[in-house]
């Protein structure tokens, strides 16, 4: 809309510079040639003033986006000029005939076709008058009808043709604005078609990450439960640790069906690798001896310190167990023989967990990019990278905080934030 608005304003300022100069032509060739005003040298004169000044207004209304007279009445008040101009330099000999084309062009350009006809043959009419009132004396008449008569049919011609000549391009515009529409509907549907492909392969995507997750996630369960049972199949254990033992592959055995419910989510979920929240009551000192176990931490490298020691939380117990052991796990990795540290605390709906090593730490500028998939810093170079990611993801999903922090006297401390109400 602004172009045409544009493209119409260029065209009216043309017209403009148009009239300024046949009007000054007109000047000039009177002052050229004095012959041609036919002894009106005053009144021709006169005219030619009174012209310019009201294509000077024009054109000064114009610049200043301000259209004075509308355009098919300027093109009227052309006509009349240009007759009247006809008529005093000497009718049907007349050179001021030249200037009538130019005004029925304009004519037909803006009053359509039907108009443009009727305005040429107005012109026409309007010229066989002057060339009858305003030749020379010694112009027969019949000289005088023949010249209003040619031009007449001269002038309707033009206007057919340009006419035609519009109808022309108003088929190239409309031929142009279809194909540019189909050009645009073609555009949009290969938009449509990227996104509705972006969108699957982000659903596949989903789905590839929950099912590698819980791959990742039943690895170390399952490590522990062989480790276990084969103690107590070679009847290696007797006594408390038996029992322990006993005790930890049923926490296991429950563990590893709840990872497998979270598989189940992923079929169903549209991917997600969270799977849904199953709350229950969880002792936190039960809970932190599972994680040790789970994560491989042989008893003398575990410090454990929960409080309050009786302290028990409403909450998710496999998103939490899944969280910690990944951390503790991370932490033992990358301490060598030195102890890993477990802390849980909790008070007024707020458990606050930090995970300690004395491992070499995360070189600077890395705490937040650890945790981001396929990501794996330092001896884990070029393994999966998933541990930490699923961690993020699933304190995320638990709408906690998750941060690592350099220890002193070197290592690193995984602090961990997380509004969980009383049990």
């Known amino acids: ?21 046949v009007v000054c032509s007109v000047g000039v060739a009177l002052v050229l040639e004095p012959g041609l005003a036919r002894g009106r040298a005053a009144l021709l004169g006169a005219l030619v003033l009174v012209t310019l000044a009201y294509a000077l207004v024009l054109g000064v209304g114009e610049w200043w986006g301000r259209r004075l007279v509308p355009p098919r009445v300027a093109t009227s008040v052309d006509a009349a000029l240009a007759l009247l101009a006809c008529g005093l330099t000497g009718g049907a000999d007349s050179v001021m005939v030249a200037i009538l084309p130019l005004v029925v062009i304009a004519g037909a350009v803006r009053g359509g076709v039907v108009v443009g006809r009727l305005g040429a043959l107005g012109v026409g009419a309007g010229f066989t008058v002057a060339a009858l009132a305003g030749s020379d004396p010694q112009v027969s008449v019949s000289d005088r009808w023949m010249a209003g008569v040619w031009w007449t049919g001269y002038l309707v011609a033009a206007a057919v043709l340009v006419g035609v000549l519009l109808r022309m ?19 949009e549907a290969f938009l449509e078609e990227r996104d509705l492909r972006s969108r699957l392969l982000a659903a596949q995507q989903a789905r590839l990450d929950g099912v590698r997750v819980v791959l990742h996630e039943f690895r170390t369960p399952v490590a522990s439960l062989t480790a276990l049972s084969a103690d107590l199949a070679a009847d290696r254990l007797s006594g408390p640790a038996r029992e322990t033992a006993t005790r930890l592959l049923a926490e296991h055995a429950v563990h590893l069906r709840d990872m497998l ?18 709350e229950r009551t969880v002792r936190l000192a039960e809970l932190a001896d599972a994680v040790l176990d789970a994560a491989g931490v042989a008893p003398e490298r575990r410090v454990a310190d929960v409080e309050p020691p009786e302290a028990a939380v409403r909450c998710d117990p496999q998103r939490l167990r899944r969280v910690l052991t990944n951390l503790v796990e991370n932490a033992a990795r990358h301490s060598g023989d030195a102890p890993v540290e477990l802390d849980l605390r909790h008070s007024d709906g707020q458990l606050v967990v930090e995970v300690r090593d004395r491992g070499p730490g995360l070189p600077p500028g890395q705490e937040g990019v650890v945790t981001a998939k396929g990501v794996a810093l330092g001896e884990r170079r070029g393994t999966a990278g998933l541990g930490l990611w699923i961690v993020e993801a699933l304190v995320a ?27």
């Open 169 to 187: 391009l108003e088929r190239q515009y409309e031929a142009a604005a279809e194909s540019r529409a189909r050009a645009r509907a073609e555009h």
């Open 1 to 21: 809309m602004d172009a045409d608005v544009a493209l119409r304003a260029l065209e009216e300022r043309t017209a403009v510079v148009i009239r300024l100069l």
């Open 261 to 278: 419910d979270g598989l189940a989510d992923v079929a169903v979920q549209e991917g997600s690798p969270l799977g849904r929240v199953r």
């Open 397 to 423: 999903a638990m709408d906690g905080e998750l941060r690592f922090l350099p220890r002193d006297d070197g290592g690193l401390v995984a602090h961990l934030e997380l509004p969980l109400p009383s049990a």
